[in-house]
């Protein structure tokens, strides 16, 4: 059983940071692309930034050149630096990962941004 552990939520005031970070754990034989979604109350979950096991990445527009994610291949680990915070970028912060050729999902983590 493969299970997604997410840390580093919490309240920031607008313009400051937050990193988020996700532990993959159990047995885990192939762990391809990482990322984080995000989902805001009343909006559908949108992605936020991927990462392949090459370190290729993707980023939603909107937090170009806010948001940074990387990855430890070592730790079966995907952090998410997130600078710039706008009270927008409040949410609950999901991480996924395809683990053994299947979705997976952590249990989501709390960024609330206050202006």
């Known amino acids: 059983q493969v299970q997604l552990v997410e840390s580093g939520g919490g309240w920031v005031q607008a313009g400051g940071s937050l990193t988020l970070s996700c532990a993959a754990s159990?047995?885990?034989?192939?762990?391809?692309?990482m990322g984080w979604y995000r989902q805001a109350p009343g909006k559908q979950r949108e992605l936020v930034a991927t990462?392949?096991?090459?370190?290729?990445?993707n980023y939603l527009d909107s937090v170009k050149g806010r948001f940074t994610i990387s990855r430890d291949n070592a730790k079966n680990t995907v952090y998410l630096q997130m600078n710039s915070l706008k009270p927008e970028d409040t949410a609950v912060y999901y991480c996924?990962?395809?683990?053994?050729?299947?979705?997976?999902w952590g249990q989501g983590t709390q960024v609330t941004v206050s202006s």
């Open positions: 159990g047995s885990i034989f192939r762990l391809n692309a």
């Open positions: 990462i392949t096991s090459g370190g290729a990445t």
């Open positions: 996924n990962a395809e683990a053994n050729w299947r979705n997976r």
